[in-house]
């Protein structure tokens, strides 16, 4: 007995492109896999095995004409799958991702480590300037009302 395919191959094709094609949109959307899988009416779960073998490479689709998918990457066939061992320039693309990425978590580390020692800076400064007004208050120096800012009063 032959194993009959539920979704057409043109109908993963497309709802893999849409869900990419949004995710560039809106990178901050969580839900997209569901909504895409509502659109096209298939599983969420198959749309997400669908995404993860497209991301691994274990399947290319052909890319739908304007869509963000590179045309380096159709077979040409028009079949809408290409085999693995043709995911050679998704290796090299998934590479240069990689190196972007790594890049980015090193700028992002560097960020944090000036945050923390202007936060360390700030702390100093705050517990020095309380410890002077500490000093003023237990001297007997009275400060102007003007100077200190009380909260407001509900």
Do not use: C
């Not at 997209?32 to 274990?58: C, M, N």
């Amino acid at each position: 007995m032959v194993f009959d395919k539920k979704y057409s191959d043109e109908v993963r094709r497309l709802a893999v492109e849409r869900v990419r094609q949004r995710r560039l949109e809106e990178p901050e959307n969580r839900s997209i896999v569901r909504e895409v899988a509502e659109e096209f009416e298939v599983g969420p779960q198959s749309l997400r095995k669908w995404l993860t073998r497209y991301d691994d490479g274990s399947y290319d689709y052909d890319p739908v004409p304007g869509s963000v998918a590179p045309a380096a990457f159709a077979d040409g066939h028009g079949d809408g799958w290409e085999p693995r061992a043709a995911t050679v320039g998704r290796q090299e693309r998934r590479t240069t991702g990689q190196r972007e990425l790594h890049a980015r978590i090193e700028e992002l580390e560097h960020r944090i480590a000036v945050l923390q020692e202007d936060n360390r800076s700030l702390t100093r400064v705050v517990s020095l300037l309380a410890d002077q007004l500490r000093v003023a208050t237990t001297n007997g120096v009275q400060i102007p009302d003007s100077t200190v800012r009380h909260a407001p009063r509900a």
